[in-house]
């Protein structure tokens, strides 16, 4: 019994060791909710002005969604479009247009789309960056022409 007492002592100990040095650590915060509000905001103020219906993705450093708005009366399908957008501008650190460019037939990256459940190869996704140039996330738009889409996402950007 005193050897199992021992052992969940010495067990507890390190535990509590380990955890007091992770909560020493500073973690990237990324982007955050409000970021990705001021985002979208952005994004649906332009797509009004322009008279556009869009769907609008923000992803974090891990290509997660924060935040997403679909514009009343934007196409269903472009919601898929516009998170995959976003998640192929982030995983890729580039514009979405700039990968598209590569993953043409007869180009280095033909067939990439295929990839990480579905990329995006054609503009209206790219990364988000920092006032620190670090990526902290992806903003995507869908909805419009390809040129709409990356309109409103490049205004979108400058809110940041």
Known sequence: MFTMRRLFESSLALLLT???SYSSMVYSQGITLAQAKAL?????????????????AVVDEGANLVGFSRM???FLGSIDIAIKKART??????????????????????GIEVSNGGLITFGGGYPIIDSEGRIIGGI??????????????EEALKAL
Do not use: C, W
């Open 140 to 153: 995507g738009v869908s909805g419009g022409s390809v040129k709409q889409d990356e309109a409103v996402a």
């Open 72 to 74: 009343d009366g934007a």
């Open 89 to 110: 501008a982030r995983l890729f650190n580039m514009p979405t247009a700039d990968l598209g460019a590569i993953a043409q037939p007869h180009k280095e990256l033909y």
């Open 40 to 56: 979208l905001s952005a994004a649906e103020a332009k797509a009004n002005t322009d008279g556009t219906l869009m769907n609008i």
């Open 18 to 20: 380990i955890s007091a």
